[in-house]
């Protein structure tokens, strides 16, 4: 069974930092690409990055590049996300997803972690 | 970037009625497109892959149709734990991944 954690959540003030971390478990974590997908309060879903499952490839999406950053630890079956200089629009619960094995199905969420909530005071 | 638009935003149903919800993506985007089921409180589960496909375990009620840029979801007989809200996304073969605007539906 597939099973994905976040943690790393929190308040933080406007311009501040935040790591999050996702613990994957259930399936070969390194033949998958993951994704960071949020979802501010009693708003839609919104895509935020992806990374390959050897994390050669990454995108963003336009409203957090240059300022957060993906990155996974194989060795640890762990992805990150790196939340620099953070604006109260960045309030959401952050979700980490599972993605697919192939550069087309890289966006194809199958299973999703119980997400962790980001709070920037403004 | 592809926009996804979704319809209608939220929708009352009774138990036993059949429910439909449709996507529009801005351009072809093949069979790319998944169906996700959200009920409060709770992370997003995937329902529908690849337009048509029903993920293993999820109720047979629920089914996807669609190619190219138009979609349809639906519910052939609505259950009352089929209260959530409900979106539509994209994997075109470049990001960003897009997601209807979700559709939110309530049992009467």
């Known amino acids: 069974e597939v099973q994905l954690l976040e943690s790393g959540g929190g308040l933080v003030q406007s311009g501040g930092s935040l790591r999050l971390s996702c613990a994957a478990s259930?399936?070969?974590?390194?033949?998958?690409?993951m994704s960071w997908v949020r979802q501010a309060p009693g708003k839609g879903l919104e895509w935020v990055s992806v990374i390959s499952g050897s994390g050669g490839t990454t995108y963003y999406a336009d409203s957090v590049k240059g300022r957060f950053t993906i990155s996974r630890d194989n060795s640890k079956n762990t992805l990150f996300l790196q939340m620099n200089s953070l604006r109260a629009e960045d309030t959401a619960v952050f979700y980490c997803?599972?993605?697919?094995?192939?550069?087309?199905?890289?966006?194809?969420?199958?299973?999703w972690g119980q997400g962790t909530l980001v709070t920037v005071s403004s | 970037d592809i926009q996804m638009t979704q319809s209608p935003s939220s929708l009352s149903a009774s138990v036993g009625d059949r429910v439909t919800i449709t996507c529009q993506a801005s351009q072809d985007i093949n069979n790319y497109l998944n169906w996700y089921q959200q009920k409060p409180g709770k992370a997003p589960k995937l329902l529908i892959y690849?337009?048509?496909n029903l993920e293993p375990g999820v109720p047979s009620r629920f089914s996807g149709s669609g190619s190219g840029t138009d979609f349809t979801f639906t519910i052939s007989s609505l259950q009352a734990e089929d209260l959530a809200t409900y979106y539509c996304?994209?994997?075109?073969?470049?990001?960003?991944?897009?997601f209807g605007q979700g559709t939110k539906l309530e049992i009467k």
């Open positions: 690849d337009a048509s």
């Open positions: 997803a599972q993605g697919g094995t192939r550069a087309h199905t890289y966006g194809s969420h199958d299973s």
């Open positions: 996304q994209q994997y075109g073969d470049h990001p960003p991944y897009t």
């Open positions: 259930g399936f070969t974590f390194s033949n998958y690409a």
